[in-house]
């Protein structure tokens, strides 16, 4: 049994998890974080190589803004450790003539004072020759975002954070037991672990440790990345000319040749649901096939790029896709950090602070991050 109690216990070593420990640390709390796996292990949604940085979300001003504090917080971060984790490649959206979205990003961007251009199909021709432009009339570019390196930032934030005082455990624990209030967790040595209060920053997990309360609100899908080798002593794939980009009607992105890594590449379309732990890990010939199809299009010179790595992770979806950063409804100090959504990485910073000020202050909490904002049934809004 642990005779320590800590102010908080934050289970999840994932961006929000890791972020929201950080954040209740910096205001003098002391915190244990707590992982089954290890911070942001292979098969969390937060163990990729590479996330896209960007402050474009159509109309939705909320997450531009929220963009634009955690870039600031990453750099930060980046320059307090001496490490590369941000890659500023730029963001490159890619948009048809009537594309309502991405003209939508143009007028939130302009309104916040967020640096962009619009290029005309001649410009896009002229700086991105490796870009084919079938379908495309014109194109939007972020300068100043980019690419975070995602394992890599979230292993970094926390080592950094276990410098200044965090406590960190790789341990499994039980689905907690409580009815109005948690005194301690139960792990799977039948330790247990107390506290005043327990933030759950599980993502795709979540629906099991609160299977009544978030089974119905949190829908896993599974995911597949894909990397390509470019052409031999061929540089139009690197990330100093090529930005990140994203086809949004066509729901696909893609990150430049990072760190010889490859062109990475992935359909942004909900997959089937999917078991974070048992579910196969392997990509499908069809999900292949269809990505071939879409660069032989889009970027004629990989036409026949060599598959180097492809991975399948998870996105964590609410209903819409906003984010669940609420207190558990019955259990007076639960906090629910999730429902990242497939969009959520970069907004890690974020939403630390916000779940701290939910925790520690009297805060009006935003409502489209509450438990009772979510549906139980999928209508995708939020990309």
Request: proline fraction near 6%.
């Amino acid at each position: 049994m642990s005779s320590k109690a800590f102010d908080f216990v934050v289970i999840g070593a994932g961006v929000f998890g890791a972020w929201t420990a950080h954040e209740l640390l910096r205001d003098g709390h002391t915190v244990l974080l707590l992982d089954a796996y290890g911070p942001a292990h292979s098969r969390s949604s937060s163990g990729g190589e590479s996330r896209i940085m960007r402050m474009g979300y159509g109309a939705d001003e909320l997450y531009s803004r929220m963009a634009m504090v955690s870039l600031q917080r990453w750099k930060d971060l980046q320059s307090r450790l001496s490490r590369q984790i941000f890659h500023p490649t730029g963001m490159l959206w890619l948009a048809g003539k009537d594309d309502a979205y991405t003209r939508q990003n143009q007028q939130v961007l302009e309104r916040l004072g967020v640096a962009h251009h619009r290029l005309e199909l001649r410009d896009i021709e002229n700086q991105y020759p490796q870009i084919g432009t079938d379908g495309i009339a014109w194109a939007l570019l972020e300068p100043d975002s980019g690419v975070l390196m995602a394992r890599q930032a979230v292993q970094a934030l926390v080592a950094d954070a276990i410098a200044q005082g965090l406590e960190y455990r790789t341990v499994e624990i039980a689905p907690p037991q409580a009815k109005s209030k948690l005194d301690h967790l139960v792990t799977q040595d039948g330790e247990t672990i107390n506290a005043g209060g327990f933030v759950f920053a599980c993502g795709p997990w979540l629906p099991k440790l609160f299977p009544d309360l978030l089974a119905p609100r949190i829908f896993p899908t599974r995911q597949e990345v894909f990397f390509f080798a470019p052409p031999a002593g061929d540089s139009a794939f690197a990330s100093a000319v090529l930005p990140a980009w994203l086809d949004h009607a066509a729901l696909v992105y893609g990150i430049p040749d990072l760190e010889n890594r490859g062109f990475k590449i992935s359909i942004d379309k909900h997959g089937p649901a999917f078991d974070p732990d048992n579910g196969e890990r392997l990509v499908g010939a069809e999900s292949l096939a269809a990505v071939r199809d879409y660069i032989a299009a889009r970027f004629p010179k990989l036409k026949n790029a060599v598959l180097t790595e492809s991975r399948v992770c998870q996105y964590a979806n609410t209903s819409n896709g906003d984010f669940i950063i609420d207190r558990h409804p019955e259990i007076e100090n639960v906090t629910i950090v999730g429902g990242g959504s497939g969009h959520g990485f970069k907004h890690g910073p974020a939403v630390g602070d916000y779940a701290r000020r939910l925790l520690t202050t009297q805060d009006l909490p935003e409502p489209r991050f509450a438990l009772a904002a979510k549906a139980t049934m999928q209508a995708r809004s939020v990309y």
